[in-house]
C-alpha cells in the first residue's frame, strides 16, 4: 500500500537546500537518509526535524504498516510516490 498525497500540498516549486538527493553514504550531523519511491528508491536526506511534523508522521505510519522494522534498503523506506515526498518537503 502506497501513499499518493498529490494534490494535498502546494509549496514552493523549488526544495529547500536543507534536503538533499544524494548517493553519498555521508549524512550529515541533525539529518537521516529516508528512501523514497514505489518501485525505484530514491535516497534524500532530510533534517530529523521534519520528523516531527504531522504530515512526515503520517509517512511514517505508512512505512511502518508496510515494512514494520524490516526496510528494505537498509534504511528508512517510505513507500510513496517520489514527486509527493517533494510536495511535502515543500509545504514542510
Excluded at 509549496?11 to 555521508?26: A, C, E, H, P, Y
Excluded at 550529515?28 to 526535524?49: C, D, L, M, N, W
Excluded at 528494505?72 to 510536495?87: H, K, N, R, S, V
Amino acid at each position: 500500500m502506497a501513499i499518493r498525497l498529490s494534490g494535498l500540498f502546494q509549496g514552493k516549486k523549488t526544495l529547500r537546500s536543507s534536503v538533499q538527493s544524494s548517493f553519498s553514504t555521508i549524512v550529515p550531523k541533525g539529518h537521516i537518509a529516508v528512501y523514497v519511491g514505489e518501485t525505484q528508491k530514491r535516497r534524500f536526506i532530510v533534517p530529523i526535524s521534519y520528523l516531527s511534523h504531522s504530515s512526515f508522521q503520517g509517512l511514517l505510519d505508512q512505512a511502518e504498516e508496510e515494512f514494520g522494522f524490516n526496510h528494505p534498503m537498509g534504511g528508512l523506506t517510505i513507500p510513496c510516490e517520489e514527486e509527493a515526498f517533494l510536495d511535502l518537503l515543500n509545504f514542510l
